[in-house]
């Protein structure tokens, strides 16, 4: 509750001006009754015409007055929750952006997303709910029932008596509620989790016609949201009718009470119902309110916990920004995922010198990816430490560190827009003859000048209208076009035919000077062309050299060479 009420303050001055209008349209209401009482009671009971016309005329206009309040209080109602929703997600999405890998991990981007959307929609509903009615609801019980012990004093212990009974109920509706809310928006956690996989690998899904077993996962989720929200809902089935139930009561015991004492003045009796009935429409509006209070408080809890969050990843007091040419040391480099009983790499004692492309090969599974991602420190090695032209990156300024890297990742992600905006994420100021070279480069200047409107050409989410190995190239040219000192492929080139593949590594190489080039890759025929290369297994170092030395040391090496070119030979032979 202290996050909500943190940025109701920001918008402290129209909160309490719509307050202000909130109470005046409470006033309002609560005078109608009265008036009423004074018309049956004196104008009709004296048949005085004048009388009549006269609380009528006041009751109109104070009628008017209360719709006039109404509606300014509710323009300043949606004005603040919906900026203050608008504040909560800039604000979420902003502290994400900043969170190191290993935070999203743990986070996980389906939670994320349920809190940046449906979160955030619950406090919002919570806050328009405190303008138009939490604050009136009191204001109209309170009132009402001081009107009612002014005009009838001897219903004052009924009008303890409901009230005590109808505050036990809501705080018990609000102590049940408040577990039940929050696995709710864990289960609507859930659910959102299903859904993105299904559609981020819809096509694999339907290649192996597997529609049924995620429609069966969609389904057991969605049962688990809607048994949690039947299970929050009942304490409102429950709550309700009782509260609903004892102000009824109340209005029989009035009645009663007023039968044979104060029977005469119809007018005050009637303007003690309709009272009571204001109390019982206040109560269940704030038993409703406090019901949206129990879901706001649990959604605030986990906005606050993407808020709070820091990232993993500790920045230096003093950060460097050096000249970075290329030269890397992993010095006893061992790395574990948070959660992860078993270390990813272990041990990796390796000297890259600037200016060397260095091919990294292994089974799946090895570690080459995570390699390769920790040289832009995505996460932070667990024991050692790797040194960027002598520097320790834990202290190289992150963006600077990054800048001088071009990352082009196993997965080709492109970005709704035109090509000519998704290839200068690489460099914003980036000219027109620089990105096309760099198209030129990734072999991809052709199918982009054949795609209708050329660097025009608007493109889907993800790239969905272009094929695998025509994002891939496109990633490969936004690489590029940062013109990095450290180049990372991380297995950017699978979808490639050999041809177009053999096109691609002889522009990188033509092109990329004193580059430094890391070149993750499953296939032996594109490593081995490399200053020196890698061979990893299971997280460890199994040989380091050129092609050469490691056919002649390397078994590993020896066997993915057998596995994949020995056999081609050998066809060739035959």
């Not at 004048?50 to 309040?69: D, N, S």
């Not at 996980?108 to 349920?114: K, V």
């Not at 809501?170 to 959102?192: E, S």
């Amino acid at each position: 509750m202290k996050l909500i009420f943190a940025y109701i303050r920001k918008h402290l001055g129209i909160f309490l001006l719509s307050t202000l209008f909130l109470t005046m349209e409470a006033m309002a209401d609560l005078l109608q009754p009265a008036l009423m009482s004074g018309i049956v009671d004196k104008g009709i009971k004296n048949a005085s015409v004048r009388q009549i016309c006269g609380y009528g005329a006041v009751m109109l206009g104070i009628a008017l007055t209360g719709a006039v309040c109404a509606v300014v209080r509710n323009r300043f109602a949606s004005k603040v929750s919906q900026t203050i929703g608008k504040e909560l997600r800039r604000d979420m999405y902003h502290n994400v952006s900043l969170l190191s890998m290993e935070n999203i991990d743990r986070l996980r981007p389906a939670s994320i997303i349920t809190r940046i959307t449906n979160d955030v929609a619950q406090v919002q509903e919570f806050i328009n709910g405190i303008m138009r009615i939490m604050v009136k609801a009191p204001i109209t019980c309170i009132g009402a029932v001081a009107l009612i012990m002014v005009q009838t004093p001897r219903q004052a212990p009924v009008m303890a008596a409901v009230l005590l009974v109808v505050s036990g109920l809501v705080l018990a509706n609000m102590g049940i509620g408040y577990p039940r809310f929050g696995t709710v928006q864990r289960r609507i956690d859930g659910l959102n989790g299903v859904a993105r996989e299904f559609l981020s690998s819809v096509r694999v899904v339907k290649a192996f016609r597997a529609e049924e077993e995620e429609t069966e996962k969609f389904a057991e989720a969605s049962l688990a949201l809607a048994r949690a929200n039947t299970a929050a809902l009942r304490t409102m089935a429950v709550f309700s009718p009782l509260i609903n139930l004892t102000v009824n009561f109340g209005i029989v015991l009035l009645l009663w009470i007023s039968g044979d004492g104060e029977g005469r003045e119809i007018g005050r009796l009637m303007a003690s119902v309709n009272y009571m009935t204001q109390v019982l429409f206040a109560v269940t509006m704030i038993a409703n309110t406090l019901n949206t209070a129990v879901r706001a408080v649990a959604s605030a809890e986990r906005i606050k916990e993407v808020l709070d969050e820091r990232p993993a990843q500790e920045l230096p007091e003093r950060p460097l920004r050096p000249r970075i040419v290329g030269d890397i040391r992993f010095e006893q480099v061992s790395f574990a995922y948070g959660g992860a009983g078993k270390e990813a790499l272990h041990d990796m004692d390796i000297h890259i010198r600037s200016g060397e492309t260095i091919g990294i090969i292994g089974a799946t599974g090895s570690g080459k990816s995570t390699l390769v991602n920790l040289v832009p420190r995505f996460y932070d090695v667990t024991a050692g430490r790797i040194l960027i032209d002598g520097c320790d990156v834990t202290q190289i300024d992150p963006a600077h560190l990054r800048a001088a890297i071009g990352v082009v990742p196993q997965k080709a992600l492109l970005f709704t827009g035109t090509i000519r905006e998704n290839l200068r994420w690489g460099r914003e100021d980036a000219g027109e003859e620089e990105l096309q070279a760099a198209a030129r480069t990734a072999c991809a200047e052709e199918f982009i000048k054949g795609s209708g409107q050329g660097y025009d050409t608007l493109l889907g989410q993800g790239g969905v209208n272009l094929s695998g190995g025509q994002k891939q190239r496109l990633s490969i040219a936004r690489a590029l076009v940062r013109s990095p000192q450290i180049l990372i492929l991380d297995d950017c080139t699978s979808a490639l035919d050999a041809q177009t593949e053999a096109q691609v590594l002889s522009g990188l190489r033509s092109a990329v000077g004193r580059m430094t080039v890391l070149l993750v890759s499953q296939r032996i025929s594109t490593v081995m062309g490399a200053d020196r290369i890698l061979c990893m297994d299971n997280g460890h170092m199994e040989g380091y050299g050129t092609h050469e030395e490691l056919m002649a040391s390397c078994r590993s090496y020896q066997e993915i060479y057998r596995s994949q070119i020995g056999r081609e030979e050998e066809a060739c032979d035959g």
